[in-house]
C-alpha cells in the first residue's frame, strides 16, 4: 500500500498514512511514523517522530467534559516520539491546558488519556486502561489492565499499578510503590523498579512528584 498523498504530509518525511485514515489539516507531524487503517487524527495535534498508530486510534477530539464540547473548545494535543499506540486508543484535546504524552509510551488496546493529561515518558498503558482528565502521570509508571484512575490524579514514577486496580481522588500513588485493588491500597514497594534504577532516575521519580504535587494544586485553585 502506497502512503497517501496529502497538502500536509510529504514524501519526503517518510510518514505512512493508510488511505482509509484520515488526518486533519492542522495536524503537524514528524518523520517516520505510521498512520494505520481508519485513525482518525484531528486539531491541532503535533506529532514527533518514528510513531505508530495501529488502526482505528482517535487522537485530538474535543475534550470529554460537557462545558468545553458545547463550546467546541480544546487544546492541543502534543506527543513526542518513539511511541506505540495500539487499536481503539483514544486521546482526546485539552480543556484549560495542553494534553502532553511524551516519548517511549506504550498504550495497549482500548486505552484512554483524557483532556489536559501529562504523560511522562516509558509509561505502559495496558488495554482498557483509562486515565482521567487532568490527571499526572510520572516516568516508567506501569497501568495493568484494566486499571482506572480518576480525574485529578498523581501517580508517581514507578509505580506498578495492578490489574482492575481503581485508583480514587483519594489515593495517593508516590513513586516506585505498588498498588492493588478496589479502590486502590499500598502494596508494598516497586523492588523489580528500583533494584533497576540508578540512584539518578530515583531521584528524579521523587522530583517530578513534587513537581506534579504542586502543578496539581494550581490546577485545583483555577
Given at each position: 500500500m502506497t502512503p497517501k498523498d496529502t497538502n500536509h504530509v510529504h514524501d519526503s518525511n517518510r510518514n505512512f498514512i493508510h488511505e482509509t485514515a484520515n488526518?486533519?489539516?492542522?495536524?503537524?507531524?514528524?518523520?517516520?511514523?505510521?498512520?494505520?487503517?481508519?485513525?482518525?487524527?484531528?486539531?491541532?495535534?503535533?506529532?514527533?517522530?518514528?510513531?505508530?498508530?495501529?488502526?482505528?486510534?482517535?487522537?485530538?477530539?474535543?475534550?470529554?467534559?460537557?462545558?468545553?464540547?458545547?463550546?467546541?473548545?480544546?487544546?492541543?494535543?502534543?506527543?513526542?516520539?518513539?511511541?506505540v499506540f495500539r487499536e481503539f486508543v483514544t486521546i482526546n484535546a485539552g480543556t484549560i491546558q495542553d494534553t502532553i504524552l511524551e516519548d517511549y509510551i506504550w498504550m495497549l488496546r482500548g486505552s484512554h488519556v483524557g483532556h489536559d493529561a501529562l504523560i511522562r515518558s516509558y509509561c505502559t498503558l495496558s488495554c482498557n486502561v483509562l486515565i482521567g482528565g487532568?490527571?499526572?502521570?510520572?516516568?516508567?509508571?506501569?497501568?495493568?489492565?484494566?486499571?482506572?484512575?480518576?480525574?485529578?490524579?498523581?501517580?508517581?514514577?514507578?509505580?506498578m499499578i495492578g490489574m482492575g486496580c481503581i485508583i480514587t481522588k483519594k489515593t495517593p500513588i508516590q513513586p516506585f510503590e505498588t498498588h492493588v485493588g478496589n479502590p486502590a491500597k499500598f502494596l508494598k514497594p516497586n523492588e523489580h523498579k528500583?533494584?533497576?534504577?540508578?540512584?539518578?532516575?530515583?531521584?528524579?521519580?521523587?522530583?517530578?512528584?513534587?513537581?506534579?504535587?504542586?502543578?496539581?494544586?494550581?490546577?485545583?485553585?483555577?
Open positions: 488526518v486533519g489539516k492542522s495536524v503537524k507531524l514528524g518523520r517516520n511514523n505510521y498512520i494505520g487503517a481508519f485513525c482518525n487524527i484531528v486539531g491541532d495535534t503535533i506529532i514527533g517522530d518514528n510513531n505508530r498508530f495501529e488502526a482505528y486510534c482517535s487522537i485530538g477530539t474535543f475534550p470529554e467534559h460537557r462545558t468545553y464540547y458545547e463550546k467546541q473548545v480544546r487544546t492541543k494535543v502534543i506527543i513526542g516520539s518513539n511511541n487532568h490527571s499526572l502521570l510520572g516516568r516508567w509508571v506501569n497501568m495493568g489492565l484494566g486499571s482506572i484512575c480518576h480525574q485529578y490524579s498523581v501517580i508517581g514514577s514507578g509505580s528500583l533494584e533497576n534504577s540508578s540512584v539518578e532516575d530515583i531521584s528524579l521519580g521523587h522530583n517530578l512528584y513534587n513537581e506534579d504535587l504542586e502543578a496539581m494544586k494550581k490546577i485545583l485553585q483555577k
